[in-house]
T-cell receptor
């Protein structure tokens, strides 16, 4: 199970505050992804990155931002512009050109 | 745009019964299809991929291009198969996956 970590496991924030979720991997994977998991809606892609200093919007990028300054790290910021931020967030990584994504344990964000 | 549909949010079967989790996709090209599984308190992980034509933990899935389906099947379900199952597709460009809504499978004793 090791290799890709997310912290913290649970996160609580007040409405209107930005919050950053951490995702780190030591698998030497080039590609990293952020998903949001909601009951009945499956996994929806927020952002992904295939190389350092470059990233692309997924299907639900509004209200989120990312950075990819290092290969190992792909932090996700949930901004106050995200209308419904309470959710379970999953980070994943993969080797470019392969089809298997490796997932982290997830962070459950609750906005009060 | 790709789309993956899993029509059953919940599926309940008894131990030893056959189980089929449905997945339909929409893509004009030749997608790659996958099944991912999330057991209780474990991470989401790859179960199988259509290109390998493999059987994992007794599960198989056949890509039916005519029906645009990739249903997951197991002839005799076990209690340890209880989990959330996600069907996913990947197009010919890039590495991103498109996931379905997920099916929660419960195998009763």
């Amino acid at each position: 199970d090791g290799g890709i970590t997310q912290s913290p496991k649970y996160l609580f924030r007040k409405e209107g505050q930005n919050v950053t979720l951490s995702c780190e991997q030591n698998l030497n994977h080039d590609a990293m992804y952020w998903y949001r998991q909601d009951p009945g809606q499956g996994l929806r892609l927020i952002y992904y990155s295939q190389i350092v200093n470059d990233f692309q919007k997924g299907d639900i990028a509004e209200g989120y931002s990312v950075s990819r300054e290092k290969k190992e790290s792909f932090p996700l910021t949930v901004t106050s512009a995200q209308k419904n931020p309470t959710a379970f967030y999953l980070c994943a990584s993969s080797i470019i050109g392969t089809d298997t994504q490796y997932f982290g344990p997830g962070t459950r964000l609750t906005v009060l | 745009a790709q789309r993956v549909t899993q029509p059953e949010k919940l599926l309940s079967v008894f131990k030893g019964a056959p189980v089929e989790l449905k997945c339909n996709y929409s893509y004009s090209g030749s997608p790659e299809l996958f099944w991912y599984v999330q057991y209780s308190r474990q991470r989401l992980q790859l179960l199988l991929r259509h290109i390998s034509r493999e059987s994992i933990k007794g599960f198989t899935a056949d890509l039916n291009k005519g029906e645009t389906s990739f249903h997951l099947k197991k002839p005799f379900a076990q209690e340890e198969d209880s989990a959330m199952y996600y069907c996913a597709s990947r197009g010919t460009s890039g590495s991103r996956l498109t996931f379905g809504e997920g099916t929660q499978l419960t195998v009763n004793p």
